[in-house]
């Protein structure tokens, strides 16, 4: 080879590499300018989480409930944050799986006042406790098997505590009251030979 023609190889090969260079240099300045032109992630939140589908009426265990992170302005107001101790307490009412838990979740300790027990009642009709939500106030009556008996008033304007999710394997459905023991005792005597139903009503007694 040549000396004149080994000058041209060399010529072409550094224009070669010029060109290659400004290339990627070209490149890396349309990545630098859209990652600087790109908003920063929104700030997160750590929250607690039901880790599955909960029922309402029981106690998770540490087991049912997770950590995750939500952007700050979408975090529900009462959200509950890691390190609240949620294993005695009582969820109000069925929670999904992945649901941001709140502090309107569970019952208050104030729910079942001093003096006062939470009694579970089976209603016949499950459709009955779509009606329903915690804190609202039911009237309970004993309705015989027969038209020939009045339904008999067991107590009047009780709180709903509770409202645990139906069961497809049995059937009614459940709800929680709290109750003074006397009437409790009313009510499990009247479960076992009568038909428990319920009224709403706005009195809160």
Do not use: C
């Not at 409930?65 to 107001?77: F, K």
């Not at 502090?103 to 406790?129: H, N």
Request: glycine content about 6%.
């Amino acid at each position: 080879m040549t000396i004149p023609s080994l000058l041209r190889d060399l010529i072409r090969a550094a224009r070669w590499h010029r060109r290659l260079l400004a290339g990627a240099a070209a490149a890396a300045a349309v990545y630098f300018g859209l990652l600087a032109l790109s908003p920063a992630p929104p700030p997160t939140v750590k929250v607690v989480a039901a880790a599955r589908d909960l029922t309402g009426g029981v106690v998770p265990a540490h087991s049912d409930l997770r950590t995750i992170d939500l952007p700050a302005g979408t975090v529900p107001s009462g959200a509950l944050r890691p390190g609240n101790e949620l294993t005695t307490r009582v969820l109000s009412g069925p929670v999904r799986a992945g649901e941001p838990l709140t502090d309107a979740r569970f019952l208050a300790p104030p729910a079942v006042p001093s003096g006062s027990v939470a009694y579970p009642i089976r209603v016949d009709d499950a459709d009955i406790t779509t009606l329903l939500r915690v804190g609202d106030h039911v009237s309970l009556y004993a309705a015989a098997s027969t038209t020939a008996d009045a339904a008999t008033l067991l107590a009047r304007s009780v709180a709903v505590v509770a409202l645990p999710e139906p069961r497809s394997t049995t059937s009614g459905a459940l709800i929680v009251v709290a109750t003074a023991p006397d009437v409790a005792a009313r009510l499990a005597q009247a479960g076992a030979n009568s038909r428990i139903t319920v009224a709403m009503t706005p009195d809160t007694g």
